[in-house]
């Protein structure tokens, strides 16, 4: 079945650090990918998508490449900040599959000031 | 434009009891998707709704029930209530379904069972 796979945390950093946080997905059919990211004592936030391969999603300095060749989507950022600190999901829609949304399990990333 | 809002936004139960949870989704959405998030288990799929039919099923025991009314305000119950029960269930409403990814999610309900 689909899934998706993302590295553990928690991940601290520094303001002003790089982020990267890995992502690899399996899937049956043509899936579209995601990034949602959850505030504290918030519902979780679509961060950013890509629907095919090659795409490139963005948004609030935050991108993700969908590379077929590698099954990834790996959530990048040069430059964090504290208010950055959340959790981040990484997720799969297979339409060509099972027409569900898997969800990664979430990575904590803190950002110190 | 209002958001996903559910309610209540907390409670506290004890064994054996039942709880009823309520979403409002987005206006026009027809669809909603409800999640229950651990620490341990991260985010896992309970089911989805829409127009009141039941379109997807995680893999929950049938303690855990839904339903969705013609207004796509949707209702889950958890009967029979365990300790592991308790978590954060998450509503999460779409415009077509969550299989196109975009949802909208509420804030929860933190659901304590003692």
């Known amino acids: 079945g689909d899934s998706v796979t993302q590295m553990e945390g928690p991940v601290t950093l520094s303001e002003e650090a790089f982020l990267t946080i890995n992502c690899t997905y399996t899937?049956?059919?043509?899936?579209?990918l995601f990034w949602y990211v959850q505030y504290p004592g918030e519902g979780l936030q679509l961060l950013l998508k890509?629907?095919?391969?090659?795409d490139k999603g963005s948004n609030k300095g935050f991108e993700a490449t969908y590379r077929k060749e590698t099954t990834s989507f790996h959530l990048e950022k040069g430059s964090v900040q504290v208010s950055d600190s959340a959790v981040y999901f990484c997720?799969?829609?297979?339409?060509?599959?099972?027409?569900?949304?898997?969800f990664g399990a979430g990575t904590t990333v803190t950002v110190r000031a | 434009k209002a958001g996903v809002t559910q309610t209540p936004r907390y409670l506290i139960k004890t064994r054996g009891q039942q709880v009823t949870l309520s979403c409002s989704p987005i206006?026009?959405?027809?669809?909603v998707s409800w999640y229950q998030q651990t620490p341990g288990q991260g985010l896992q799929f309970l089911f989805e709704y829409f127009s009141e039919t039941q379109r997807n099923k995680g893999n929950f025991p049938g303690r855990f029930s839904g339903r969705q009314f013609s207004n796509s305000r949707s209702e889950m119950n958890v009967s029979t209530l365990e300790l592991g029960d308790s978590a954060l269930y998450l509503c999460?409403?779409?415009?077509?379904?969550?299989?196109?990814?975009?949802?909208?999610f509420g804030e929860g309900s933190r659901l304590t069972v003692l």
């Open positions: 997720a799969l829609s297979d339409r060509g599959g099972d027409y569900k949304l898997s």
């Open positions: 890509a629907t095919k391969a090659d």
């Open positions: 206006s026009g959405h027809r669809s």
């Open positions: 999460a409403s779409s415009l077509s379904g969550q299989d196109t990814g975009e949802l909208f």
């Open positions: 899937a049956t059919g043509y899936p579209s």
